[in-house]
């Protein structure tokens, strides 16, 4: 297989502190530890990709404007801190709606892989909650992790790989099965 090995990320809750749906700058805040992640995975010739449920814009709750204004300071706070993100992916669709995007279905994965050539059976995905993990395994990403910084997880019963803490714990999980 060809293509390029990511790390999925999930945003809230991995890249930043879970509140309910945050959607503005002053009350985005950064988890400890993901811009070393970002970088060593960088170094270790992954691109990362952020693919993040956004049901707070089908909700009307906020806009894909105001997604878009926090999703352009988050990548701006990467690129100061010598991060590389090669995409973010959002579904803007509620729980109830019947679209392919939404974790845990497949569709954001699926649309990195096409649009950015990404090898999915050599790439991870790095998530909080179970629903990260089953679209994850949709999509042909094995290599799963879930942190303990968002949701509560039911560990005894994760399709995950590993449990960790938190995005700083996964740097030697990824880097390691590298080699």
């Known amino acids: 297989m060809s293509g390029k090995k990511a790390v999925f990320l ?9 509140k309910d749906y945050a959607h503005k700058i002053e009350d985005f805040e950064f988890l400890s530890g993901v811009f070393e992640a970002v970088r060593a995975f960088n170094r270790g010739g992954y691109i990362v ?13 906020y806009t894909s404007a105001d997604f878009e204004k926090l999703t352009e300071y988050m990548l701006d706070r990467f690129k100061e801190e010598g991060c590389e993100i090669a995409g973010v ?11 392919e995007c939404r974790k845990p279905n497949p569709g954001m994965l699926l649309a990195a892989q ?10 991870w995905m790095i998530g909080d909650k179970e629903s990260d993990i089953e679209a994850a ?4 990403v094995q290599k799963t992790v879930l942190v ?18 938190g995005i700083f714990d996964t740097i030697r999980i990824v880097t390691d099965f590298a080699h």
């Open 10 to 18: 999930d945003r809230d809750g991995v890249v930043n502190v879970e």
């Open 114 to 123: 096409k649009e950015l050539d990404i090898d999915l059976s050599a790439s």
């Open 89 to 99: 992916y959002h579904c803007p669709h509620t729980p109830d709606s019947d679209c």
């Open 137 to 140: 395994l949709a999509a042909g």
């Open 49 to 61: 990709v952020v693919v993040t449920n956004q049901s707070g814009i089908g909700r009307g709750y």
């Open 148 to 165: 303990r910084s968002g949701h509560k997880i039911d560990e005894k019963n994760t399709k995950a790989t590993f449990v960790v803490n």
